[in-house]
């Protein structure tokens, strides 16, 4: 018998001649013989049991670490609440964290297909690629990915096909727009340089956008490619001789999300404007932030889990895109380089750091 079940045999004159309870406290046995005695004595003959509560099981990829995640696995345990489940009474969530490394993420996600969860919770391009390609059959819902149809993870938004869904950032589009605003930190100037991961699936996609956005600005790009923490530092050791006027960050999970403060560190020191795909490298010291809301999205994704845990097949649920844009800006990164803000910069700004 499972924990918190009950069972009771009674007599025909509605006398409990057996009694199991399990999981309960003394005085709440007590009180739910008599509750249950009083009743019984108009259904003899009869056994109750209350049934069994299935408790879902949901495996949580985390690209970085909870620290840097936290305001993510906030949002997406609000949305769950939301949606009537208790961590830890009708839902367990196992939060396994990759440490910034595409081997470990393809390590958790053997790990939940084995223990065979009941769905998956992805963010970034690697890991819902990872998931596609360890299981068919386990639900996957990518809380915030950049653009599942462009790298092969779903066949369309709308109808998405196979066994994985979820939310939109929209990156590939927001690329002209952090250009634009990159540009009015640097009035003059058009030399930009691109920190990328050559090893993130994404990159290709996001590439493709930045170039095409600078063709129409009339903005010199040049790519510094950086997989490893040694190429990090090889990276901005040729821009600091290539003196680009700004740099522009590209998206990347796991491993330039997992490594933030390293990064905004190292554009410090060459003292150069840096607009960044995520808001929490603002937070902790860079310069500009332009992207979608991703905790937003991460609480949107309750509702995804929600539909499927009732039966809904995500292949009928379409990519929700996102809705909620950010702009941040820390001034005293802007003191620290010189840079007097615009009025208008601050007007638009969502969110300012002193």
Do not use: C
Not at 82 to 95: A, D, F, L, T
Not at 183 to 198: D, S, Y
């Amino acid at each position: 018998m499972l924990p918190g079940t009950l069972s009771l045999t009674l007599s025909a004159h509605g006398r409990i001649l057996t009694a199991q309870i399990l999981g309960v406290g003394m005085n709440n046995r007590r009180r739910l013989v008599v509750a249950l005695g009083a009743g019984a004595l108009a259904a003899p003959h009869l056994a109750f049991t209350q049934p069994s509560r299935k408790v879902f099981q949901i495996g949580y990829v985390g690209n970085s670490s909870l620290a840097t995640e936290a305001a993510y696995v906030e949002a997406f345990q609000q949305g769950l609440r939301e949606r009537g489940y208790i961590e830890g009474n009708n839902i367990v969530v196992s939060y396994l964290w990759a440490g910034g490394s595409n081997e470990k993420v393809s390590e958790i996600i053997a790990e939940f297909v084995k223990r065979n969860v009941d769905v998956i919770v992805t963010s970034g391009t690697f890991a819902p690629l990872a998931a596609k390609k360890a299981t068919s059959t386990i639900p996957i819902v990518m809380a915030s990915v950049g653009d599942p149809v462009g790298t092969g993870i779903v066949a369309s938004l709308l109808r998405p096909g196979g066994n994985i869904t979820g939310f939109s950032s929209l990156e590939e589009g927001l690329q002209g727009k952090r250009l634009e605003i990159l540009r009015e930190f640097i009035p003059g100037h058009n030399r930009v340089a691109v920190l990328a991961n050559p090893l993130q699936p994404y990159t290709r996609v996001t590439l493709r956008a930045v170039r095409s956005a600078a063709e129409v600005q009339r903005i010199s790009l040049q790519v510094f490619e950086a997989g490893t923490l040694g190429d990090l530092d090889s990276a901005f050791a040729a821009m600091a001789k290539a003196k680009p006027d700004a740099l522009m960050v590209l998206p990347d999970k796991p491993f330039f999300y997992s490594n933030i403060a390293t990064i905004v560190r190292l554009a410090e020191r060459l003292r150069i404007p840096a607009i960044y795909p995520f808001l929490e490298f603002v937070e902790k010291g860079g310069l500009v932030y332009y992207g979608t809301n991703v905790p937003s999205m991460f609480r949107r994704a309750g509702s995804y889990i929600d539909m499927i845990l009732k039966g809904a097949k995500p292949s009928d649920l379409p990519i929700e895109q996102a809705t909620r844009f950010e702009f941040a800006l820390n001034m005293k990164a802007a003191k620290a380089l010189g840079i007097k803000v615009p009025e208008s910069i601050l007007l638009r700004a969502d969110r300012v750091i002193e």
